[in-house]
Nanobody, 131 residues
């Protein structure tokens, strides 16, 4: 139904910025999503929801990135972004985008943890922050 392809990862010095993109390819004309999100996973750690955005543009973030990261989507909702500023070594992880059509759209921005539960996911893009 849908394919998600992330890009924009790489190595960045602590304090720097990076913007991740996620291209959404819909193969089923009937596919729609009311929730899109980013989650990350560092080696040896569990997946962590980073941010989510719903069809109305409402957002939610995990506390550790609040004020530093911004999730957004283009007008057609075919591209999802994650703008990251003031990066820290602890932000080092594989970053994944995800999407789903939730039965209750309000669940999308209830908590960032929703990101790890969404059905459709990409292959990820690595972000490495060095000090």
């Amino acid at each position: 139904q849908v394919q998600l392809v992330e890009s924009g990862g790489g190595s960045v010095q602590a304090g720097g910025s990076r913007r991740l993109s996620c291209a959404i390819f819909r193969y089923a004309a009937t596919y729609s999503s009311n929730c899109m999100a980013w989650f990350r996973q560092a080696p040896g750690k569990e997946r962590e929801g980073v941010a989510a955005i719903d069809v109305y543009g409402r957002t939610t973030y995990v506390d550790s990135v609040l004020g530093r990261f911004t999730i957004s989507q283009d007008e057609t909702r075919d591209t999802l972004y994650l703008q990251m500023h003031e990066l820290k070594p602890e932000d080092t992880a594989m970053y994944y985008c995800a999407s789903d059509n939730l039965p209750d759209g309000d669940l999308c921005t209830g908590a960032s943890t929703i990101a790890t539960t969404l059905t459709h996911r990409g292959q990820g893009t690595q972000v490495t922050v060095f000090s």
